[in-house]
Structures are given as C-alpha cells and as structure tokens.
C-alpha cells in the first residue's frame, strides 16, 4: 500500500479570480443578490420613514385599551323597521 501526495483536486481559484469572473459574466446568481440587496435596503429606508417613531408623543396608548377595542365586539342595534330578509 503507498500513500501518494500529489493532489488529484486542482486548486481553487483566488478570490480574487472569483469575484472577477462573478462581476464579468451575467450570472443568475449575481442577478438575485442585487434584486435581494436592493429589496432589503428599500425595506429599511421604508421602517425608518414610517414606522420608526409615532408623529406625536401625545399619540401613544395604552396596550391594554388597544387590545380592549381590537377584541371588543360591538354591540349589534336592533334595526327599527321591517326585516327585509324573510
């Protein structure tokens, strides 16, 4: 039994080498990271702008009378008249 040590895997290329080759050729790949990075930065601009901090101090409540009008179920008045759907 002999143990060779010559490698049958050619080395691979330098970074360098790679990140030229990924910038030269259209690529599926290069394609979607741009399209994902421009996503991604267009949704944290819209974060910031919007939903960052209220326009007033004054316009905060409590989240227990949020969750008591999100959860309520409003009271159904009895209509004053004729039914229609008999």
Known sequence: MTITL???NPPRPALQARLASWVRGPTFGR???IVLAIKFSLLIVLKYTFF???LAENMSMPPALVAQALLSVPASH???GEQHAR
């Open 52 to 54: 960052n901090h209220p």
């Open 78 to 80: 009895p209509s004053q």
């Open 6 to 8: 010559n490698d049958r």
């Open 31 to 33: 394609d979607i990271v």
